[in-house]
């Protein structure tokens, strides 16, 4: 199974902030990587595919970048609303496998 | 509208076994890839099943042998069934869609949530 080390596992940061997550695979997933963000309570939401790809709706603050084993979300200008959980998942092979989570939370 | 309702959840002894519903809407679960994605209290996303189609399905290791996913076409409707529940089963289970072209989940209902404790 691959396996996806996501990092860090939280982050403070304050409105207007750049933020970085990063996500490797244990093996090669080429660009089949997915981020989803979580607020408390809610169902995980779809913001990036194939790795770089946004999602119909979601602000072009959020971006993904990387390919192989290592990936990168950032979110510029960290708003209000992008305080959550967000979770990497590889989308290369069965069985799927989601990030350990990266909470977001306000400096 | 697009939508997928969970339900089926409640509380639950050990060793019970009970079948959770996800009713879709808005599109045909036989031409989808649908999926079950658990999250245990605090923690994080873990995908448990997907079926797609005549019947192909596909489980997580942890959950192989206990629980079955299957569909209902003629009510539109997916169903995990969870034999042997134990305390490690207790969560919020999310029926999701994956994106067509991709494996990434793109529809998610609002999850329904198992508790099994004695």
């Known amino acids: 199974d691959i396996r996806m080390t996501q990092s860090p596992s939280s982050v403070s940061a304050s409105v207007g902030d750049r933020v970085t997550i990063t996500c490797q695979a244990s093996?090669?997933?080429?660009?089949?990587l997915a981020w989803y963000q979580q607020k408390p309570g809610k169902a995980p939401k779809l913001l990036i595919h194939?790795?770089?790809i946004l999602e119909s709706g979601v602000p072009s603050r959020f971006s993904g970048s990387g390919s192989g084993t290592d990936f990168t979300l950032t979110i510029t200008n960290l708003q209000p609303e992008d305080f959550a959980t967000y979770y990497c998942q590889q989308a290369h092979s069965f069985p799927l496998i989601f990030g350990g989570g990266t909470k977001v939370e306000i400096k | 509208e697009v939508e997928l309702v969970e339900s089926g959840g409640g509380l639950m002894q050990p060793g019970e076994s009970l079948r959770l519903s996800c009713a879709a809407s808005?599109?045909?679960?036989?031409?989808?890839?649908m999926n079950w994605v658990r999250q245990a209290p605090g923690k994080g996303l873990e995908w448990v099943s997907c079926?797609?189609?005549?019947?192909?399905?596909y489980y997580a290791d942890s959950v192989k042998g206990r629980f079955t996913i299957s569909s209902d076409n003629s009510i539109n409707t997916v169903f995990l069934q969870v034999n042997s529940l134990s305390a490690e089963d207790t969560a919020v289970y999310y029926c999701?869609?994956?994106?067509?072209?991709?494996?990434?989940?793109?529809?998610w209902g609002q999850g329904t949530r198992v508790t099994v404790s004695s």
């Open positions: 999701a869609t994956i994106k067509r072209g991709t494996t990434s989940f793109d529809i």
């Open positions: 093996q090669v997933i080429s660009s089949w």
């Open positions: 079926i797609f189609g005549s019947g192909t399905t």
């Open positions: 808005g599109f045909t679960v036989s031409g989808k890839y």
């Open positions: 194939t790795a770089s």
